[in-house]
């Protein structure tokens, strides 16, 4: 998962005018090399959130307004007859800015001649190209991992588009090592048990302090302890998936990784996975190249027990996304995301307007809405396996992971999942759910608020989706969402978050939803597969027709 928020388009446009002269000449923030065993300095967050503010009109944004990502009209294009890929008319300017932002694709072309890698990055689709880039050094350093994922049995960008549908590469378990490979002096393997609660706090702790941050350095993921036993013990988990690794002195864990079971669907083909989540890796670290070593000891893991595909997300381009979604943010409390930094105040309108836009009714109006019982599971089970049919990637679920993913757990000490059902009065069929789950926000260097309380859409699914050329469906997922909009306000949601996947491009601009800064990208491990749509176009704008693709909502 990916840190985003709301972005304020009309800097945006003032920003594009001026990409072109603007020099690319990014160096990489180096690592610490101090002792890990400090405590870490919250003042640098504050500083660096300072310092963070003063550069929104960052190249990321310029270099894809430039090449028109976020505007709506097609007029000149469609006038003028040219290549609908915008990726077409990159200039060799931009190809050289693209390349400095993006060291992931830098990496793919680097063998290659100026002219053969203008031409390779000019043919490849325009969500490869312009989704993911950063000129921070967080996301620099990690997508310099490419060398890594050139060893790796994962698709590349510049592989034919017509692609053979299945594995990669052939695995004998006989042949997999049955140790990790050697640590770093001074580190150790260890493999995390989670049922114990000092080992959990410890991770909490580790990613409370360590894990994704937003591209400026204002907002940082804090996963309570309730919402990692939801995600990392669900149906058929393995303690060898939570894989950690200690300071061999202080015993402190300063990196972790994790996997869980998912019966994953793409297409017509089905197989067993892992979808792989949650890599952290201490700040002071991040020179040791840990991340791919990591990633080698999870898939390692893996194979040992016969799974030989992965599935995982990042907001960053590695080689190469099978699909990329894009975030959306509907404002529940504006005023609060506007001091925390979160939502912008358009040049022409004032709070007070901004307040009564996102204002929602107290009460909801679907009939037949309720919260969702255990008596409810094979019900919603059988609705939501025929809806998620319809995508081209989607999980296969059986009963108890319904009921695990989808019912609040009386034991938590915190609520971290809501699902609502729709029960017809006279047959008491169920023929609606929808859920969302909350995930807090730090917000780093705000002397008002600490943090930002998130509700993430989750699973849903609705009979009226099997209606004859899906007729009503907008209206039924705009009635449903409104509802769970303001279910989401009644339970002091600051935000109500979602990606284009499933059928959200429906309902997310009539719901205003705001496109965020930030995007999903879907990857599987040792598989290749074509392209699946991801629910925007190639300017990254919502887009109801490219609907279909993803069916996989991950954490």
């Known amino acids: 998962m990916e840190e985003s928020k709301i972005v304020d388009s009309k800097a945006d446009e003032e920003a594009a005018k001026d990409v072109i002269d603007q020099s690319t000449n990014v160096t990489a923030d180096q690592d610490s090399t101090e002792d890990v065993e400090s405590t870490d300095n919250k003042d640098t967050d504050v500083v660096a959130a300072g310092s963070a503010a003063k550069k929104k009109k960052s190249k990321k944004i310029k270099l894809k307004q430039a090449l028109g990502v976020g505007k709506k009209n097609d007029e000149d294009e469609e006038a003028s007859g040219s290549s609908s890929n915008p990726a077409s008319k990159l200039t060799s300017g931009m190809v050289e800015q693209l390349l400095e932002m993006n060291p992931s694709l830098k990496g793919e072309v680097a063998g290659m001649d100026k002219e053969k890698a203008a031409e390779t990055l000019k043919k490849l689709d325009v969500a490869d190209l312009l989704t993911g880039m950063s000129v921070s050094g967080k996301n620099q350093k990690d997508m310099a991992s490419y060398k890594f994922w050139q060893t790796q049995p994962v698709p590349r960008f510049d592989e034919a588009q017509k692609v053979e549908e299945g594995q990669i590469k052939d695995i004998d378990p006989e042949k997999v090592p049955k140790e990790p490979p050697p640590m770093l002096e001074g580190f ?23 894990y994704v941050e937003d591209d400026e350095a204002m907002f940082r993921f804090n996963y309570s302890s309730s919402f990692l036993n939801w995600a990392l013990k669900s149906p058929g988990w393995r303690k060898e998936w939570h894989v950690g690794v200690r300071a061999t002195k202080s015993r402190r864990l300063v990196a972790f990784i994790s996997g869980v079971p998912v019966s994953l669907r793409v297409r017509s083909n089905v197989f067993k996975s892992t979808e792989v989540n949650f890599l952290c890796i201490h700040k002071k670290l991040r020179s040791k190249r840990l991340a791919p070593v990591l990633i080698q000891e999870i898939t390692r893991r893996s194979y040992v027990l016969g799974i030989f595909q992965g599935l995982y997300t990042g907001g960053i381009v590695l080689p190469k996304p099978v699909s990329s979604c894009r975030y959306f943010h509907r404002s529940l409390d504006w005023l609060k995301l506007y001091e925390v930094g979160f939502s912008p105040l358009p040049s022409n309108s004032t709070k007070a307007r901004q307040i009564t836009r996102y204002h929602l009714p107290s009460s909801t109006s679907t009939p037949g809405l309720r919260p969702m019982e255990k008596k409810d599971v ?23 992971e319904v009921e695990h993913w989808l019912l609040h757990d009386d034991s938590a000490a915190e609520q971290v999942i809501w699902s609502y059902v729709v029960e017809e009065p006279s047959t008491h069929k169920i023929t609606d759910f929808f859920s969302f789950y909350c995930l807090e926000s730090s917000v780093i260097g705000n002397q ?4 930002v309380r998130a509700a993430y859409l989750f699973y849903y699914a609705t009979e009226t989706a099997f209606a004859k050329e899906e007729k009503g469906l907008k209206e039924r997922m705009t009635m449903l969402m ?14 109500f978050n979602a990606l284009t996947l499933l059928d959200n491009p429906l309902f997310l601009e009539s719901l205003k939803f705001g496109a965020g800064d930030g995007q999903l990208h879907y990857y599987l491990y040792n598989y290749r597969t074509a392209p699946i749509s991801g629910g925007v176009d190639t300017k990254n704008n919502v887009d109801a027709s490219r609907r279909g693709g993803i069916g996989v909502v991950m954490l």
Do not use: Q, S
């Open 378 to 400: 094979g019900a919603v089970l059988d609705l939501l396996e025929r809806y998620l049919k319809r995508f081209d990637m989607a999980p296969i679920f059986d009963r108890e």
């Open 448 to 451: 008002k608020h600490d943090n």
């Open 188 to 210: 150790e393997w260890v493999t995390m048990n989670l049922l114990d609660e000092k080992e959990l706090e410890e991770v909490y702790d580790l990613l409370t302090g360590h």
């Open 482 to 495: 409104t509802d769970a909009l303001i279910l989401a306000k009644n339970f002091n949601f600051d935000v």
